[in-house]
């Protein structure tokens, strides 16, 4: 199982980006998902989840209401839009793969991660 996302880049306080994260492998849709970030010195966190096919998500309280995660089962992609950004979002940005359960906001249970795509908010 590969996964690879992409999609990060450099915006400004407000602005907007859509990442997405591309499977390979063994049937995606089976996949619970996450996205996780990790900032500069700091431990990697939970951003968003969402369960196989196309089940409940999850969202951390920082990101409610401006992130969106969601799923392409028949393209093997889950996305994260994210909307409202703030300098505070800066970080590496990683998808993740095969949790036992869904809504799974440990990195631990993940399975499967992908390369990370650097995200970067100016004020």
């Known amino acids: 199982v590969q996964l690879q996302a992409f999609g990060g880049g450099l915006v400004q306080a407000g602005g907007s980006l859509r990442l997405s994260c591309v499977v390979s492998?063994?049937?995606?849709?089976?996949?619970?998902m996450g996205w996780f970030r990790q900032a500069p010195g700091k431990d990697r966190e939970v951003v968003a989840t969402?369960?196989?096919?196309?089940?409940?998500?999850w969202y951390t309280d920082s990101v409610k209401g401006r992130f969106t995660i969601s799923r392409d089962d028949a393209k093997n992609t889950v996305y994260l839009q994210m909307n409202s950004l703030k300098v505070e979002d800066t970080a590496v940005y990683y998808c993740?793969?095969?949790?036992?359960?869904?809504?799974?906001?440990?990195?631990?249970?993940?399975?499967?991660w992908g390369q990370g795509t650097e995200v970067t908010v100016s004020s």
């Open positions: 969402i369960g196989r096919n196309n089940g409940p998500t």
């Open positions: 993740a793969a095969d949790p036992p359960f869904d809504g799974t906001t440990s990195r631990h249970e993940y399975d499967y």
């Open positions: 492998g063994r049937t995606f849709s089976t996949y619970h």
